[in-house]
């Protein structure tokens, strides 16, 4: 898993997710309510206990999360969501994947189709590019003084996680996906704080993009993920440090 830094500029990721917060707080109660339809007990809904734990790592108030769980368990009215992923291209043949949670399909491909084509990309085929990426459950653990690299490691793999990166503030826990809940909730029960636990796409070859293509793609990603109904993005560009949001 080298070369995939999940922990660069944390410091950075925190304050953009403080600057955006009322947009993060509402996708994240879109899968917290999607969730929540299959059962609202996180206990017996893994899927909803994930969900929980990304929002507790957005900073997401209790009250919040319990609102949202509430609606999609039919206490108070509640959307009915859709997810739909769309892949395609973005500047120089990049490779890009959006996760949508929409309850108006029509809109949300629209929109997305519009966003692509205004920063120089274009939808594809379903397939077209996810076969360059694997999905895979990320946890990135704050790293601190009194927490260090062989107790993570001996936690992680017992847990069954795949592997362990030590990077410079953060470490970071890869497992298949069908092996997340049960690492995430291992790991949260040994009391290790997160900076974000959740499935990622990740891609197996990267590209390079410089000077107006960068600038043109960065544009595209901040385009799509301005979307409401946008979950997730997820690419295949090595984005400088200082610019790269994965």
Do not use: W
């Amino acid at each position: 898993m080298s070369g995939h830094s999940h922990s660069a500029n944390i410091a950075k990721k925190k304050e953009k997710i403080d600057a955006i917060k009322g947009k993060i707080f509402t996708k994240v109660g879109r899968e917290l309510a999607v969730a929540a339809k299959n059962g609202s007990d996180p206990n017996t809904n893994s899927k909803l206990a994930d969900a929980i734990a990304k929002a507790k790592a957005c900073n997401m108030p209790n009250d919040n999360i319990k609102r949202c769980i509430a609606k999609a368990a039919g206490e108070l009215s509640a959307t009915n969501f859709e997810e739909l992923t769309y892949e395609g291209y973005g500047p120089n043949g990049s490779a890009v994947i959006v996760k949508t949670l929409t309850d108006n399909k029509n809109r949300t491909f629209d929109y997305v189709r519009t966003a692509m084509r205004k920063h120089g990309g274009e939808l594809g085929n379903s397939g077209c590019v996810s076969y360059n990426f694997q999905t895979m459950g990320v946890i990135v653990i704050e790293r601190t003084p009194d927490l260090d690299e062989d107790t993570v490691i001996e936690y992680a793999l017992d847990a069954g996680a795949d592997d362990v990166i030590a990077e410079e503030d953060a470490f970071t826990v890869y497992t298949s996906p069908s092996n997340f809940s049960a690492v995430r909730k291992y790991l949260e029960e040994k009391g290790l704080k997160f900076f974000s636990a959740e499935i990622d796409m990740i891609p197996q070859n990267k590209v390079t993009l410089e000077g107006e293509a960068l600038e043109k793609f960065q544009r595209l990603i901040d385009g799509l993920e301005d979307l409401d109904d946008v979950q997730d993005v997820y690419h295949n560009v090595d984005l400088p440090d200082d610019e790269d949001d994965e």
